[in-house]
């Protein structure tokens, strides 16, 4: 398979569960990334990985936690979330950190609905 | 502060009625000005990437133009399937690592 692959596609998850968010890239990428995309607001930077080090923790709340093991593997592991949590969670992959030139390659995203 | 803004929100054309999007930035440096399309229950797919003021590329039906302030995707005699959601975005220069600003993206609609 090709590209980038996230799953769940969909996730409803209570305000006490524990849940993760996998991706996986099989482009050889060297960089990954996840965004938020909320309704009718930009996509927000929340975490990036180069090579597998946290490059930058874009003040995400520590409910929020990112594990990238090696350069093909991204989680986000999720706990006592809050409902405006709720939103499309999106990965993303790129060449290097000069994501100018290819631009990202993003996954489909997972849907979260906190209830 | 670095600032992405587009309009117009949300557009709706009749098929081959060409018109444009506009994506206007502000930053202290730019890197490069990105454009993609990003379908319903899908992620954004890069389109373009375009770094100085007067550069212009095409793909398509559509034709994206930079200035110092912002950029234009032009849209020629656009199709149903043109249909998506737009966004811009754009890299600084003095940023330390790949942080790249999105805009809120324009809503288009081609009718058929």
């Known amino acids: 398979e090709t590209g980038v692959t996230q799953t769940p596609r969909h996730l409803v998850m209570g305000m006490t569960n524990k849940k993760s968010l996998k991706c996986e890239q099989h482009l050889g990428h060297n960089a990954m990334y996840w965004y938020k995309q909320s309704a009718k607001k930009p996509l927000e930077l929340m975490f990036v990985?180069?090579?597998?080090?946290?490059?930058e923790n874009n003040s995400v709340p520590s409910r929020f936690s990112p594990e990238c093991p090696n350069s093909s593997h991204l989680f986000l592991h999720l706990h006592t979330l809050q409902p405006e949590d709720s939103a499309l969670y999106l990965c993303?992959?790129?060449?290097?950190?000069?994501?100018?030139?290819?631009?990202?390659?993003f996954g489909s995203g997972t849907r979260l609905t906190v209830v | 502060e670095d600032q992405v803004t587009q309009s117009p929100e949300a557009l709706r054309l009749q098929e081959g009625e060409s018109s444009s999007l506009n994506c206007s930035y502000t930053?202290?440096?730019?890197?490069?000005l990105f454009w993609y399309r990003q379908d319903p229950g899908k992620g954004p797919e890069f389109l373009f990437t375009l770094y100085s003021a007067g550069e212009e590329k095409e793909k398509e039906r559509l034709k994206a133009t930079l200035t110092k302030k912002e950029s234009f995707l032009h849209i020629t005699a656009p199709k149903p399937e043109d249909s998506a959601t737009y966004l811009c975005a754009v890299q600084a220069l003095e940023t330390s690592y790949d942080k790249v600003i999105f805009g809120p993206g324009t809503s288009l609609s081609v009718i058929p």
């Open positions: 930053v202290s440096g730019l890197r490069g």
């Open positions: 990985y180069s090579l597998e080090e946290r490059v």
């Open positions: 993303a992959s790129s060449q290097d950190m000069s994501v100018t030139y290819y631009g990202y390659t």
